[in-house]
């Protein structure tokens, strides 16, 4: 079967940087998405990885390893307002996306 | 501004009641879809279409149906079926399979509640 796997939910300090990971087992892959999900909000598009490597976009990165079926979104300079859902798709072989559950992540001052 | 569109944000089901949750986009994408948001769980997909007057099912399609008449609009009915309707319902759209780093675009969404 298809897989996507993230934490649950992390905790970090406002200022501070978060690395929130996500393996995946899918059937193909045709890239992977990242989004942002305030509570009670739509998903917002952040990254988008198909190949190996960094991808940088300001305080925002995204890491992709086709051959480990890992990628992570290393969030930076965190600041309160990102406070919120990180959601990893996976788009597969038949062109679908398939989602994980998402990383609750929650920022102290 | 170019967007997609839910409403209502909140509705209200009544036992044996059939409802509609409509999804307008001025995106000009041809692929729209149809989530499920339930909490702790990831997005489960009812419903999406490609093309105008095709469409086909996602892994939760019972108890739903949906249709597609025009580009901008894909509505989605949630039938007396769906015995546990309860959840966050997302509309996205894109530009389809041929454009594949091309991401979603999602609606505010639609909060569903059993009265």
């Known amino acids: 079967g298809q897989n996507i796997d993230q934490p649950t939910e992390m905790t970090a300090t406002e200022g501070a940087i978060v690395q929130i990971n996500c393996t995946y087992q899918?059937?193909?892959?045709?890239?992977l998405f990242w989004y942002q999900q305030h509570a009670g909000e739509a998903p917002t598009f952040l990254s988008y990885?198909?190949l190996d490597g960094l991808e940088e976009k300001g305080r925002f990165s995204s890491f992709l390893s086709r051959s480990k079926g890992y990628s992570y979104l290393l969030l930076k300079e965190l600041q309160m307002k990102d406070s919120a859902s990180y959601l990893c798709a996976v788009l597969d072989s038949n062109y679908q996306l398939i989602w994980g559950a998402g990383t609750k992540l929650i920022i102290k001052p | 501004d170019g967007g997609i569109t839910q409403s209502p944000k909140y509705l209200f089901r009544k036992e044996g009641q059939n409802v509609t949750l409509s999804c307008e986009q001025n995106l000009n994408h041809d692929a729209m879809y149809w989530y499920r948001q339930d909490p702790g769980q990831g997005l489960r997909l009812i419903y999406y279409s490609q093309i105008v007057n095709d469409f086909q099912k996602g892994d939760i399609a019972e108890g739903y149906s949906v249709s597609r008449e025009k580009k901008e609009s894909f509505p989605l009915t949630v039938t007396s079926a769906q015995k546990n309707p309860t959840a966050f319902y997302l509309c996205a759209s894109s530009f389809g399979t041929g454009h594949v780093n091309q991401p979603q675009h999602f609606g505010d969404g639609t909060r569903l509640s059993i009265l």
């Open positions: 990885n198909v």
């Open positions: 899918t059937s193909g892959f045709n890239g």
